[in-house]
């Protein structure tokens, strides 16, 4: 991690602050013990998806700003009592806030406006900018920074979706800077960083590429993924022709077939489209298919043609096999494979 976190800065302008991305849990990785060794790898500013994560967060002792993305109206409250610094993105929610903090009788609560400049999931549109002033104007709450997030940041440059995001985000941007000189400005995620180099403003938020993965062949070269996901055979069975496999009969054996039962399923995260030979796991160096259908605490694997044994070590994803290239087998992204990872997984760090 502190590899990818040096490699990610050496891509950052000197201007440009890193803010880490440790939603969902990290990424699944923990979120406490990251944060922590974030905290300790120098970062000051961290950014979480939901309340409850910040909650966490501060709960576990962790002090730097906590920017919360996606609060809801009916957690303000906590965001107030736990000093999370909210993302606020529609008239609904900056109303509340600032009548809540007029109860409160709480000044300056500094707060991060994301415009919604194409991506059209969350955010203030630019034409609400005047009614957004309008209603600052009595000091509840201090903006903090303003941003956006690109649609398509991992194509290359150039494309007119990012352009044209860009284009509007500058010029909320410009009328912004008028306001206060202090507010900062910040567009880009991981790919943002090296897809669009000038627009990196005086943060970015890097989150997937902490953990080793960027979306790009290129840059995947240089970034190392933190994560091994690892377990055992739990059990070996010797099919004979016809014999089936799991539920529903997934998988019928053609011929002798020599299977392992690996104790993982998809109430860990390994997901039913990793089942019936979509995908394979790392035994011994070698691949092992899986077969049949992914139950909740296990699949299965066809091993005839490796020389293993029961309790010999199995590798779903780690350094040299990439979540990414696992996350292809079933159809999904190291995103999704990686924050699904369940909480009955044991994480050991090592440092
Ligand atoms: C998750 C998230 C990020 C981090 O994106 P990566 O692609 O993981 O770097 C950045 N900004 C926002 C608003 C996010 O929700």
Redesign the pocket.
Known sequence: MSHNLNFLRSKISPKSELIG?I?ANAYGHGDVKIAKHLEKLGLNKL?V?STNEGKKLRENGIKCDLIV?YPDTSELSDIIKFSLEPAIYSKRILTELINKLKKLELNNFPIHLNFNTGLNRLGFQKKEIDWIIENLSDSYVKIKSVYS?LSSSEEKRNNIFSNTQIKVFNQIKDVFSELDKKIKYHLL???GVYNYPECQYDWV?????LYGYSNNPEWDKTLIPVAELRTKIIQIHQLEKNQVVGYNNGWIAKKKTIIATIPIGHADGIGRYFGNSNAAVWIKNKKAKIIGNICMDMFMVDITNIDCSEGDGVIIFNKKHPANKFAELGGTIS?ELLSSIGSRIIRTYLQ
């Open positions: 991305v939603k950014a998806a993305f997030h995620n991981s790919s938020r890097a989150g997937i590429s995103y």
